[in-house]
């Protein structure tokens, strides 16, 4: 199971660490990744069959691999505040970003973020400058002036405030229901994991149910590997919203709340150009889900 540096994906790390997993009869591995961009490289090479990401990051990948187009099991948070748009001082609004240079990752998130802050103000993209970088390298380009804004999220949004005194302009509570973190599981794993998926669930759901039992177990674990402090942790759930897995009925039913999602990411993401039109959705599947409940 890859993981990278997002609160949301850390509750299957914790699932492997408590041996929750174990208890439903898995054997689950954890491999950590710089950032979702290396895991989202790592999925189209075919070197792992399952992965957490974005809704966006899912849609894009089915508009560069069809083949690999992936199956959507489970909603692992919806962001409320997690993603944001921040600049240093003295920018104070998003119209200021006009001719500026704004830091993104080579993922299509941080476009997809920096394009809805700017549309809302009637801006695009092409009224900035993209400045690809890994994130990691965002809160000292930043720091410095070699970017006046960055599209982020905690931890590294936490550090561009520390590092550079970056002002918050925008993030995912103007646009709810538009970015959810997902599990995705690659086509042919999907028929091959039939059993070990509502396993899967099922720990994942365990390992909130501890969170939520053992604060003081849960969040200092899921923080240090995150390199943050738990109250560090606890404030980045601040902008993160979770559903049970009785809660995720409606969301990943034919036609509900996460098919519709997806169609609308896809529409945006074809709008600013970041998809090609005519690429493929990722499948939606509530039977790990059913299976997991019942």
Request: glycine share 6%.
């Amino acid at each position: 199971m890859p993981v990278s540096s997002w609160p949301g994906f850390e509750y299957l790390y914790l699932a492997d660490q408590q041996g929750l997993a174990q208890r439903q009869g898995l054997d689950l591995h954890i491999q950590e990744y710089a950032d979702p961009q290396t895991i989202v490289h790592s999925y189209l090479r075919g070197e792992v069959p399952i992965a957490q990401l974005t809704t966006v990051e899912a849609v894009e990948i089915c508009s560069r691999s069809p083949s690999r187009c992936p199956v959507v099991v489970l909603v692992l948070d919806e962001s409320r505040g997690g993603d944001q748009l921040l600049a240093r001082p003295p920018i104070t609004s998003i119209p200021e970003l006009r001719g500026r240079r704004v830091a993104v990752t080579q993922s299509s998130l941080g476009s997809f973020v920096l394009s809805r802050a700017l549309e809302r103000q009637g801006l695009s993209l092409s009224d900035v400058t993209l400045a690809h970088m890994p994130l990691d390298a965002i809160p000292a380009a930043l720091a410095s002036g070699r970017v006046d804004a960055a599209a982020l999220f905690p931890p590294y949004s936490d550090r561009a405030v520390a590092q550079a005194g970056a002002k918050r302009l925008f993030d995912s509570r103007e646009i709810p229901g538009e970015i959810f973190d997902i599990l995705v599981v690659e086509p042919q794993a999907f028929k091959r994991l039939t059993a070990a998926l509502p396993q899967l669930l099922r720990a994942w759901q365990d390992a909130h149910e501890l969170r939520r039992r053992q604060p003081e177990l849960a969040v200092p674990m899921m923080a240090r590997r995150q390199q943050v402090s738990s109250q560090a942790f606890e404030e980045s759930e601040q902008g993160l919203r979770y559903y049970s897995l009785s809660q995720q009925r409606a969301i990943l039913a034919t036609g509900g709340t996460l098919a519709r999602n997806l169609r609308d990411v896809q529409r945006v993401q074809i709008q600013v150009g970041l998809v090609k039109p005519g690429s493929p959705l990722p499948a939606v599947s509530d039977g790990p889900l059913h299976a997991a409940l019942n």
